[in-house]
């Protein structure tokens, strides 16, 4: 679900349902990132 309060926890850009990226971690919380930052941390 999407919501207007999200933002990137990098670099702090607002996040909209275009660029939104959430990574699940080993602990089962789940991490926001733009799309930037999210291919930065992730590389394919």
Do not use: F, I, R
């Not at 909209?16 to 930065?40: F, I, M, P, V």
């Amino acid at each position: 679900m999407y919501n207007n309060y999200l933002s990137c926890e990098v670099c702090g850009a607002e996040l909209t349902q275009l660029n939104q990226k959430q990574k699940l971690d080993g602990a089962g919380y789940t991490h926001s990132y733009c799309a930037k930052c999210y291919s930065e941390k992730y590389p394919k």
